[in-house]
């Protein structure tokens, strides 16, 4: 096992437990799920990628002047049967022998062929198995998709939790958006929610009665037509039909920028209908982290998985701005120990793109930026100065993968603070993974200092992996007006 394989574990150990777990996995939820203990789960809400043949990119909320450019990948919802596809329905296969997974699998496959919607389902299907094995006999399910695939992934729901614990298709509808010319609009998720047993747990939720239900029960003293008592106050018992609410739209102030966001609002009905206070709520397919955000204000312990670590940042982003602890654990991911350091060089070399994201996740109020290589301009992220009385300042921030730092690097840097000074951004940080010799420390300096709010700091600056986690480790800023 390599240093930065072995190293990987909890970015955090304070984890305060206020009310159970708190814990953002970053990895293959798979892998992360077969990990976990079984039975200990009580909801599972997963919202995974809709075969929808999109690439979809995250547009991160930062300083307006920069805004249009300020996003990154966020995932590619491209599917092919390729020879992972191959081995993965091979294993489920074997795995499940005899059993209703294999027959239905291998039903389908049949039925599809070897085409990217059945990669989509063999890819859903072990992850499927695994939540089952997760979940307590009294827990539920809720598997968020659209009509896309819905219909094939009831199958293999139905398989995987039996087909008498399928509790329900909610159908979920919302307005806005585009109308195509030759079918009706799209405007339309599928929620389907399954049990894991009979001795399910669900509370029930109500909505207010039409006006005309009102006016026919005041009319007939409390009563409906069916001579049964319905208490107005409390509203109907809710149907499987959502139109309530709507759908994120691009000026919602609870935007992340993440492209598939869901509505608070949405989670938290989920939440309230099949559990209860302190017990635990698992996101497989996290993404911007509304689960988790919903799962904290209703107090219920909550697990959330993504392989992208810019996740990390988006969810502490959203805790903060909700006035919540952000302080949960993180798995998966180097901490910023000095000791780790090492292993951060090795997975620069590993994977370059991946932690260059990982750094800036870690950076305190740092918002992660576009990498603009396509017009020779990088910036990774930018740190606003919340201090700042007299308008808003910016710092950019590069973080660079190689073990040194020339100065072609340090001239595009430069070149950026020279055409975004009008912008407001007065200072810049380079990050390298390796020693910062003497000659670009000078070249550096030759920047000069900035002067903002009576505070002086380097226009452009350069620190080693080793003084970034020095820094963060003390809990001090990045920069001096924080």
């Given at each position: ?113 070897r085409d990217r ?49 399928f509790r329900n ?117 996290c993404g911007c ?194």
């Amino acid at each position: 096992m390599t240093e930065y394989a072995s190293a990987i574990g909890s970015v955090s150990n304070v984890d305060h437990l206020r009310i159970g777990q708190r814990r953002l996995y970053l990895g293959d939820n798979l892998e992360v799920m077969r990990g976990m203990e079984a039975g200990t789960v009580d909801l599972v809400y997963l919202d995974p990628p809709f075969n929808s043949n999109k690439n979809y990119k995250i547009v991160f909320r930062g300083p307006s002047v920069l805004r249009s450019e300020a996003h990154l990948p966020a995932f590619e919802d491209v599917w092919v049967w390729d020879d992972e596809s191959e081995a993965l329905y091979e294993t489920t296969v074997q795995e499940h022998r005899g059993e209703r997974v294999t027959e239905t699998v291998s039903g389908l496959l049949k039925v599809i062929g070897r085409d990217r919607l059945m990669a989509y389902l063999v890819n859903m299907t072990p992850r499927l198995v695994e939540i089952s094995r997760l979940l307590k006999p009294s827990g539920s399910v809720y598997l968020h998709c659209d009509p896309t695939a819905s219909h094939y992934l009831k199958v293999i729901m139905d398989a995987v939790f039996g087909r008498e614990n399928f509790r329900n298709e909610i159908v979920w509808a919302y307005r806005g958006g585009g109308v195509p010319r030759r079918d009706f609009a799209r405007k339309h998720d599928v929620i389907l929610r399954f049990s894991k047993s009979g001795e399910y747990l669900f509370n029930p939720q109500y909505t207010e009665y039409s006006e005309a239900s009102k006016n026919l029960v005041e009319s007939r003293g409390g009563v409906s037509i069916d001579a049964r008592e319905r208490d107005l106050d409390r509203g109907a018992h809710m149907p499987d039909w959502w139109t309530d609410i709507n759908s994120l739209q691009t000026w919602s102030p609870e935007r992340t920028g993440y492209p598939t966001q869901k509505p608070l609002r949405l989670l938290e009905r989920i939440i309230q209908s099949s559990s209860n206070e302190g017990d635990l709520v698992l996101d497989p397919f996290c993404g911007c982290g509304t689960t988790m955000v919903a799962a904290e204000r209703l107090r219920r312990s909550w697990v959330g998985i993504d392989v992208e670590p810019m996740a990390l940042s988006v969810l502490r982003d959203r805790f903060r701005r909700g006035e919540m602890n952000d302080d949960f654990q993180v798995k998966g991911l180097l901490s910023t120990k000095p000791t780790d350091v090492a292993a951060w060089r090795e997975f620069a070399d590993v994977d370059p793109l991946r932690f260059e994201r990982a750094v800036i996740s870690q950076i305190p109020n740092c918002v992660p930026w576009r990498n603009l290589q396509d017009i020779g301009e990088g910036i990774d992220g930018v740190v606003s100065f919340a201090g700042a009385l007299s308008g808003s300042y910016h710092a950019i921030v590069k973080v660079v993968g190689e073990s040194t730092i020339d100065k072609s690097i340090l001239a595009v840097s430069k070149r950026i603070l020279d055409q975004r000074s009008e912008d407001g951004v007065v200072a810049g940080v380079l990050i390298t993974t390796g020693y910062v010799d003497g000659e670009i420390l000078r070249e550096a300096e030759e920047s000069g200092m900035v002067e903002i709010e009576d505070r002086v700091l380097p226009r452009l600056s350069v620190l080693s992996l080793d003084e970034l986690f020095r820094r963060i480790e003390k809990n001090s800023a990045l920069f001096p007006l924080e």
